[in-house]
């Protein structure tokens, strides 16, 4: 039977050490693996994924995630690997290959991948059976739903599983896992720190050392478990805001609703930051999102003026310092609020108020989560871009803060 390494040579891909110890382990019922951020977790899993495809035939694969673009990363990364290589494109059945509702690849041999989301308490999993599932980025998934839906889908065909993850929650069903295994069956546990990967230089880790907490560092470059201490964003709070949103963005707008939108302008390396909710009723949800950097002011003022038009926003919109530059060309479409640390600290209570209440709903957004995870009140060196647009949005979906209305102009 075909080893994992032997399936890379197939796929001619060469992997890093840490990736090769992680293919060592593929024999193990259940295994844990926790590496930090472009440390190659999606790559060494998809290649697994083929792997066991072929070694297993009539097997069925899951590859879930916390929103199905996420899951995408495993099973795309997998699709391209079958798509441009001559000796196994033939045993994929491309005819019986779907894109929707489930990405689901199906081979000539019988086997099956199919991609799917943890959301709605895990509604699009609950009566399948599977041989193996990779839970890819599982801290962000609600426990229960790897307990109670992924690990019953595996019991009538003994499958194997495999969580994968950047740490984020002590305390989680992985962080157990982790301890469970590494007394028992060390060699399931997988740690990856990013510098494994030879791609990425020494130098830019130490530059963005530079910009995140002993926190983020831990968790995002070495891989392991911290607390992030003074954070003002519960976590329960953010995955609750999460978990049942199964929409996909950008929803586009509808007749007959109320939308509200905040913009955080980039400063030097920062993002620029668009985030729109539907302010019809509460649960307010987010319909639009987008980030981008590195574009001249004018352009940035006609992106916010496009897209404020298009869903007819009441907008607010930074403008503080730089931020004056694009105001005074969109001033007849939004609002410019201007930041001080009372402006800045009522936003934030604001929108963790919303958090905390439930009533404020999105997709999962990778770089949004993160950054209200890891926001202190001290945000000095964090990147806070998705937060404070985020935050201007809840204000102008009509939770009045008074320093705000003060200071806008």
Excluded at 48 to 71: F, K, M, T
Excluded at 177 to 196: C, F, H, I, K, Q
Excluded at 376 to 396: E, I, N, R, W, Y
Aim: one cysteine or more; a neutral charge.
């Amino acid at each position: 039977m075909l080893s994992p390494r032997e399936t890379a040579r197939i796929l001619r891909v060469d992997p890093h050490p840490g990736q090769a110890r992680l293919w060592a382990s593929w024999r193990e019922p259940v295994r844990v693996v926790h590496a930090g951020r472009r440390w190659g977790k999606s790559f060494a899993l998809a290649v697994e994924a083929v792997h066991y495809a072929l070694a297993r035939p009539g097997s069925i694969q899951l590859i879930a995630s916390v929103s199905i673009d996420q899951a995408r990363v495993v099973f795309d990364a997998v699709r391209r690997f079958l798509e441009e290589n001559p000796l196994l494109r033939h045993l994929v059945d491309w005819e019986e290959t779907v894109e929707t509702p489930f990405p689901t690849l199906a081979f000539r041999t019988g086997s099956v991948i199919t991609a799917r989301s943890t959301v709605r308490g895990g509604k699009y999993i609950r009566g399948h059976g599977f041989d193996r599932a990779i839970v890819d980025e599982c801290e962000y998934i609600d426990d229960r739903i790897i307990d109670e839906v992924i690990r019953p889908a595996l019991l009538d065909r003994r499958g194997s599983l495999i969580l994968s993850s950047t740490p984020r929650r002590i305390g989680s069903a992985m962080w157990r896992e982790r301890l469970r295994l590494s007394e028992a069956r060390p060699t399931a546990v997988v740690w990856g720190p990013t510098w494994e990967n030879p791609r990425i230089s020494p130098e830019d880790l130490e530059a963005l050392r530079a910009r995140m907490t002993a926190s983020q560092w831990r968790r995002e470059i070495e891989g392991l478990w911290a607390e992030e201490e003074g954070a003002i964003f519960r976590l329960s709070d953010i995955m609750a805001a999460y978990e049942s949103a199964d929409w996909v963005l950008p929803e586009e707008p509808r007749p007959g609703r109320v939308y509200a939108a905040g913009a955080d302008l980039a400063k030097l390396e920062d993002w620029t930051v668009i985030a729109i909710l539907d302010a019809t009723e509460e649960p307010f949800r987010l319909v639009y999102f987008e980030r981008f950097q590195r574009q001249p002011w004018p352009m940035v003022a006609d992106r916010l003026r496009e897209v404020f038009r298009r869903y007819r926003a009441r907008a607010l919109v930074d403008a503080t310092g730089v931020g004056e530059a694009v105001m005074d060309l969109i001033r007849d479409v939004a609002d410019g609020v201007v930041f001080t640390p009372k402006v800045k600290s009522d936003l934030v209570s604001g929108l963790a108020l919303a958090l905390e209440r439930r009533r404020i709903r999105f997709p999962f957004i990778r770089e949004l989560v993160e950054e209200l995870q890891a926001y202190q009140a001290d945000d000095k060196g964090l990147s806070t871009d998705c937060v404070m647009a985020l935050a201007l949005a809840v204000a102008a979906a009509g939770h009045r803060v008074e320093s705000v209305e003060n200071f806008i102009w």
